[in-house]
């Protein structure tokens, strides 16, 4: 799946049973992932509620990922076990999403919470995160809360 950045859904029995640690990078680094790949691990509970657990690229397990939650939902659609147009919580470590998808557009609905807070500058068109120990940290991707197709 593809939601401006490229996701792999893995369908399983129990994403609790997953070595999400070992697994992700095999997916994230396999030869037919040339510019590597986020991976959810997902159940489908029922129509309207999937279990997910994610690896995202160059960053490992996360708690959450929007356009994960987004491409899981899109899999569920395209594998027929969950309806086009209508909420699907996804239920990640992180607390639950509700994506909406549609033939024109993907909904993305969510509680935020913030995380962390610092100064960020650009330097040689880079942007760097100054964490807290002064190393910096480069910001790989940003969240939205909704987008077209």
Known sequence: MSLGNPHCVVPCQRVDGVNVAKVGPLFEHAEIFPKRINTEFIRIVNPNTIKMRVWERGSGETMACGSGACAAVAAAIALGECAMGTDVTVKAAGGDLIVNCTVDDVTLTGETRLVYEDVMELLGGLIFLKAS?????????????????
């Open 133 to 149: 120990s002064g190393r910096p940290q480069t910001i790989r991707g940003w969240g939205c809360p909704s987008f077209g197709r």
